[in-house]
């Protein structure tokens, strides 16, 4: 069973910038492509970036040149550079699995951009 922690979120104001992390406890990374994921009040909860295991990305419109995200597989962690920051992406941000995050969903991490 996967344990996902995602800390470093925070109370930003407007274009400012934050790196959340993702922590894959007790099972194997390396081989899954994986997805930052959020969910804004209100809202279904959105892909937000996609990292394959041989590093390839893909990014939701609303973020593409404001985001990255990076992958350490020998440390099972995951990264979301974010930059730029608007209130738009107030929301909970959660990594899993990308395309089928079918492992169980860790309590997220709260992104608030403050204008």
């Known amino acids: 069973q996967v344990q996902l922690v995602e800390p470093g979120g925070d109370l930003v104001q407007l274009g400012g910038l934050l790196r959340p992390s993702c922590a894959a406890l007790?099972?194997?990374?390396?081989?899954?492509?994986m997805g930052w994921y959020r969910h804004a009040p209100g809202k279904q909860r959105e892909s937000v970036a996609t990292?394959?295991?041989?590093?390839?990305?893909d990014f939701a419109d609303s973020v593409k040149g404001r985001f990255t995200i990076s992958r350490d597989n020998a440390k099972k962690m995951m990264y979301l550079q974010m930059n730029s920051l608007n209130p738009e992406v107030t929301a909970v941000y959660y990594c899993?699995?990308?395309?089928?995050?079918?492992?169980?969903w860790g309590q997220g991490t709260q992104v608030t951009v403050s204008s």
């Open positions: 899993n699995k990308a395309n089928v995050p079918n492992w169980d």
């Open positions: 990292i394959t295991p041989g590093r390839s990305t």
């Open positions: 007790r099972r194997i990374f390396s081989v899954y492509a």
